[in-house]
Each structure stands twice: as C-alpha cells, then as structure tokens.
T-cell receptor
C-alpha cells in the first residue's frame, strides 16, 4: 500500500464511451502525475500537476483530458478512445521541493487502471 | 535528460546475490540515481536512491563509482518474490519533476 489509490482497477469501454479514471493520494504531496504503460513499452509520462496547476502535457491527444481539483485528487477523462489506447494507466504523486538545486523527489505510484478499449 | 542503459533481462536462483548494472554516461552534477521495482500490473515502487559511493537500506544496496557514470543495484539473497522489472533512473534537473523510464531489467528468479 503506497498511499495512492486508483479506481477503477479494470475498465472496458467502447470507442464511443466516456469514462473517467480517478486517483487519490493520502500522502500530503503537492505533485501528481499520469503515466501510460502499454504492453512491452516503457512507461510514458502523460501529464504533470504541481499545486493543482498543469505543468506538463507530454503531447497527449485531446481525447485524454486531465483534471486536478485539489492536490489530493487527479482525474483522467476519456472519450472516443482508440483500441491502441488500451494500456495500464498509472497515477503517481510526489512532494515537489521548491527550493533550488537538486531534486530528489521520490514518486509513489498507485496500482493502476487496466484499460481495454474495444 | 541523462539516458540510462541496463540489461534487458537477468536470471538468478533463490538465495543468490543479484547485481544489476546501469550505465548513465551523461549524468549531470545535480542528478541522483534512483531505482524502482515493478511487478506485473502494478505501479513501480521506489527501492533506493543515491548520489555517490554506497547506499544501503533494508531492501538493497546501491554502489556508485567516483565518476558516477554507472551504478549497480545489489539485491542480497533473492527470493521468488523478487521477480520483477527493475528500472534505473537518473533525474534531478530542477524544474523537471517527472521520471523518464527506460525498458528496465526483467529479473527472473528460479527456485
């Protein structure tokens, strides 16, 4: 148990559906992340939020829409996905130190949501 | 961002010590070296982090030579439950908070 929860754990959806993935962290962190892990590929960063503000969008298609209402919750809204979007979607959080110099942020990952798009 | 290179896979037997080496020739002065472990269908889990010389915790040891161009994760007396993918990451650039994962090393522990 890492202190980061994700729901649902498994999701099957059609290409015309709209669904949302939810992530919640109980660690008091101020940064949250979405990653995508496809079969036999490295983890790919999708979005980064610091203090509820999106600081990075790694060229993610607009059919993925993140939302961060507060520093403890992160959502990923999905609509008109493609079968190639089937993957494990991982949420992570960290305490983003604002002081200058070396960053040693350790990220804590949730268990992921296994998404299948039919 | 510093790029890392590590073996694609390794095999071991229960009770053996496993050493996984990672190369990071372009590591920057401010970069730390971090290792994560990932089991199938789970998120990566932090194992250990270091800057130079040797770091040890209850799970593993991390050896970093003086030039910091490589690092070695050492897992003492592995068990079947240590079968996983191990990722070496080099991060630390101020303002860049997200992690860049490579392909990792798939460790298979046999009985």
């Amino acid at each position: 148990e890492t202190g980061v929860t994700q729901t649902p754990r498994h999701l099957v959806m059609g290409m015309t559906n709209k669904k949302s993935l939810k992530c919640e962290q109980h660690l008091g962190h101020n940064a949250m992340y979405w990653y995508k892990q496809s079969a036999k590929k490295p983890l790919e960063l999708m979005f980064v939020y610091n203090f509820k503000e999106q600081t990075e969008n790694n060229s993610v298609p607009s059919r993925f829409s993140p939302e961060c209402p507060n520093s403890s919750h992160l959502f990923l809204h999905l609509h008109t996905l493609q079968p190639e979007d089937s993957a494990l979607y991982l949420c992570a959080s960290s305490q983003d130190e604002l002081a200058g110099g070396t960053s040693t942020d350790t990220q804590y990952f949730g268990p992921g949501t296994r998404l299948t798009v039919l | 961002l510093a790029k890392t290179t590590q073996p694609i896979s390794m095999d071991s037997y229960e009770g053996q010590e496993v050493n996984i080496t990672c190369s990071h020739n372009n590591i920057a002065t401010n970069d730390y070296i971090t290792w994560y472990q990932q089991f199938p269908s789970q998120g990566p889990r932090f194992i250990i982090q270091g800057y130079k010389t040797k770091v040890t915790n209850e799970v593993a040891s991390l050896f970093i030579p003086a030039d910091r161009k490589s690092s070695t994760l050492s897992l003492p007396r592995v068990s079947l439950s240590d079968t996983a993918v191990y990722y070496c990451l080099v991060e630390g650039e101020t303002g860049r908070r997200a992690l860049t994962f490579g392909s990792g090393t798939r460790l298979q522990v046999q009985p």
